[in-house]
T-cell receptor, first 114, second 113 residues
Framework: EPEVTQTPSHQVTQMGQEVILRCVPI?????FYWYRQILGQKVEFLVS????????KSEIFDDQFSVERPDGSNFTLKIRSTKLEDSAMYFC????????????FGPGTRLTVT | KNQVEQSPQSLIILEGKNCTLQ??????????LRWYKQDTGRGPVSLTI?????NTKSNGRYTATLDADTKQSSLHITASQLSDSASYIC????????????FGRGTSLIVHP
């Protein structure tokens, strides 16, 4: 069964460093998403991406965040200058279409900023 | 501000029993409501998606209901299994241009043998 994959599973970085989280969505999906979940808290929407551009972003997704689909398969989230409060689990998801279509989540990347 | 409130916060039941989880929301205008199951340390897995016109939707032993007038939803789990132990998350999305979903904090369900 097709699945969303994410790498790395765990990333440790120092405050101020740049990190890139990688995702491979399901191959025929058109919509891509990033979410984060701080330990013990609820999942929060970051951004949605369609047709090579951002379609929605939340207040969390400020100038230090960026997303890219560098080739036909990968979808990346870059955090330019990490802060301690960026420590969280980051989930990538994809869907065949938007709005009412089922989203498939990856296993997540645990980001630890020290 | 859009909010999604879930109750109870946690629930412990015996294997084989039924249970019902609640979700109240203030999201408006409403587009759809989703229930997810999230195992510890894993990504959420979709259980049901309901739009405004749908009152009930089933997925195996999971049945979700939606009352768009009172802005309430429930997730009923029948004949619980040990593998049902997880967090169940209610997510409500807006319509009318802004997709941004609002997540609830989830109900932590523990099924004991």
């Amino acid at each position: 069964e097709p699945e969303v994959t994410q790498t790395p599973s765990h990333q440790v970085t120092q405050m101020g460093q740049e990190v890139i989280l990688r995702c491979v969505p399901i191959s025929n999906h058109l919509y891509f998403y990033w979410y984060r979940q701080i330990l013990g808290q609820k999942v929060e929407f970051l951004v949605s991406f369609y047709n090579n551009e951002i379609s929605e972003k939340s207040e969390i997704f400020d100038d230090q965040f960026s997303v890219e689909r560098p080739d036909g398969s990968n979808f990346t989230l870059k955090i330019r200058s990490t802060k301690l409060e960026d420590s969280a689990m980051y989930f990538c998801a994809s869907s065949a279409s938007g709005l009412t279509y089922e989203q498939y989540f990856g296993p997540g990347t645990r980001l630890t900023v020290t | 501000k859009n909010q999604v409130e879930q109750s109870p916060q946690s629930l412990i039941i015996l294997e084989g029993k039924n249970c019902t989880l609640q979700c109240n929301y203030t999201v408006s205008p409403f587009s759809n409501l989703r229930w997810y199951k999230q195992d510890t340390g894993r990504g959420p897995v979709s259980l049901t998606i309901m739009t405004f016109s749908e009152n009930t939707k089933s997925n195996g032993r999971y049945t979700a209901t939606l009352d768009a007038d009172t802005k309430q939803s429930s997730l009923h789990i029948t004949a619980s299994q040990l593998s049902d132990s997880a967090s169940y998350i209610c997510v409500v999305s807006e319509s009318g241009g802004s997709y941004i979903p609002t997540f609830g904090r989830g109900t932590s369900l523990i099924v004991h043998p």
